[in-house]
């Protein structure tokens, strides 16, 4: 038991260990993702701190240039100041002639004698800065036209194969690097020196590309000159070819383009025609239905006569097959051997029959309906038999 005790608080301590160097190496997995964000952003840091400082330096520059030119203007607006004060030889009017109007001058007083010399220099300035803008913006537009042609003139001359010796090649790549570094300078730096070093690159660059183009335009001359008239007889069958078949391209497309044209047309009128028919179509149905719902509504109106009139025959036929038996009833009782002592009292009854008969009946020719009043079974029959042929001879009459 006590080994037991120790086996399961062993396991237990080793599970409780194993928890720990998991949570552990979990904390140290952290820990090292940590690190590497760091990392990163000291990184960024470094970078915006480089950024920082760079666009500080083009600041600094940008305001020492703003100033020198500032202490220019001053200078040259101090100059035109003094040169504008100083006494010019002059002719001076003696007898001034008066205006013509008659009316007197103005007195000489401080608003009239005032110079407004603050007003001018206001003025000088505002120019200046407009020009000074305007100037800007043109050498803004004016670098970068020149930086699109050294970009330009550089593809073009890269472009080309190596017809020269590898000296050569090794002077046009540091020029050419010598031009790229004045033109990123030129952009960075506004300052004379930049200035002229990219003058000069896209003048070297003008130079190179000339002599290219002057190299290939005597290659072209030589080669034309060699296979003139092989060449333009193969180009000119070729050129005939070719227009041909751009000709017969161009029929084609505008048969195509016509039968097209003619094909919708002809669909639109068949659609119009169609439509006309479906138009027409549908007035003729929708008198068809108006004559057919008078004829149903007419066939519902007989129908129902139809079945009042079969309703009042079933009735009519009810009260005659009554009146039939009660005759029958009276017939057979004054047929029998006590005809004598009843006689009086059927014969009532029979009188009462026929007067409760409808105009029908008594209309219609019913010979042996008559009362007779015989005493033998022979007239009983034939009475009968006569009443239920004029019973069926009545009934197609009804319907």
Not at 43 to 48: D, F, R, V
Not at 200 to 215: A, M, Y
Request: some cysteine.
């Amino acid at each position: 038991m006590f080994f037991i005790f120790i086996f399961i608080y062993s396991l237990d301590a080793m599970l409780e260990n194993t928890g720990l160097l998991e949570r552990e190496r979990q904390l140290q997995l952290k820990v090292k993702s940590l690190q590497n964000s760091l990392k990163s952003e000291k990184e960024e840091i470094h970078k915006l701190q480089n950024i920082v400082s760079s666009r500080a330096s083009q600041y600094n520059h940008e305001m020492k240039r703003k100033e020198r030119e500032l202490n220019k203007l001053k200078e040259r607006l101090n100059q035109l100041l003094v040169d504008k004060k100083e006494k010019r030889l002059a002719i001076d009017v003696s007898n001034k002639l008066g205006r013509a109007d008659g009316k007197r001058s103005l007195w000489k007083t401080e608003k009239t004698v005032a110079k407004h010399e603050g007003e001018m220099y206001k003025t000088l300035l505002r120019d200046y800065e407009s020009r000074q803008k305007e100037l800007l913006l043109e050498n803004a537009e004016l670098r970068k036209v020149l930086k699109q042609m050294k970009k330009e003139m550089v593809a073009i001359l890269s472009s080309r194969k190596p017809n020269v010796n590898g000296d050569k090649q090794d002077n046009g790549a540091q020029e050419e690097e010598e031009g790229i570094d004045s033109c990123k300078e030129s952009v960075e730096l506004f300052s004379v020196h930049a200035r002229e070093k990219l003058t000069n690159g896209v003048r070297r660059q003008l130079k190179k590309l000339k002599t290219h183009v002057e190299r290939l335009d005597s290659r072209d001359d030589s080669e034309d000159t060699e296979n003139v008239p092989q060449d333009t007889s193969k180009e000119m069958g070729k050129l005939r070819l070719e227009a041909r078949q751009c000709k017969d391209y161009i029929q084609k497309q505008q048969h195509l383009l016509q039968q097209k044209l003619s094909a919708q047309c002809e669909e639109e009128t068949s659609a119009m025609l169609a439509d006309c028919h479906m138009f027409q179509e549908k007035d003729c149905l929708r008198d068809e239905w108006k004559t057919l719902e008078g004829q149903r509504k007419s066939f519902e109106r007989e129908r129902r006569n139809f079945t009042e009139a079969a309703i009042r025959l079933s009735e009519e036929r009810k009260t005659f097959e009554e009146e039939r038996a009660t005759w029958l009833k009276h017939q057979f009782l004054n047929s029998s051997p006590f005809a004598d002592s009843k006689k009086p009292q059927s014969h009532c009854a029979f009188q009462t029959r026929e007067a409760s008969l409808p105009e029908r009946a008594v209309t219609s020719p019913t010979p042996g309906c008559a009362p007779s009043v015989s005493s033998s079974t022979s007239d009983l029959l034939h009475t009968l038999s006569i009443i239920c042929e004029n019973r069926y001879m009545f009934l197609p009459v009804l319907w």
